[in-house]
């Protein structure tokens, strides 16, 4: 199995900045796609940024120019830069990762989620 260890999130004024990060551990075999979603009250949980192990990243339109992602490869870690925050990035964000472990075939895996809110 695979664990999500999210940190980061909080409150941030509107224009503001912040970080999360995403450790994965556990019996990794391969680690393919890593990135973020999240989830705003009463709206479904929507993709926000994601890289593959090969360094091709997606990021939602909403968030284009204003959220970057990055991933360390030999520690399993992801990142999300959040620049000119508004308040509808308000959501749980959600760390994701897609791996294949030592007990397991090809899976997902999903982190706690860490609050989000933007907010004066």
């Known amino acids: 199995q695979v664990q999500l260890v999210e940190s980061g999130g909080g409150l941030v004024q509107p224009g503001g900045s912040q970080k999360l990060s995403c450790a994965a551990s556990g019996s990794i075999l391969s680690m393919y796609h890593m990135g973020w979603y999240r989830q705003a009250p009463g709206k479904q949980r929507e993709l926000v940024a994601m890289?593959?192990?090969?360094?091709?990243?997606k990021y939602a339109d909403s968030v284009k120019a204003r959220f970057t992602i990055s991933r360390e490869n030999a520690k399993n870690t992801v990142s999300l830069q959040m620049n000119s925050l508004k308040p509808e990035d308000t959501a749980v964000y959600y760390c994701y990762a897609d791996a294949e472990t030592m007990v397991a075939t090809r899976d997902d895996y999903w982190g706690q989620g860490t609050q989000v809110t933007v907010s004066s």
């Open positions: 890289v593959n192990n090969a360094g091709s990243v």
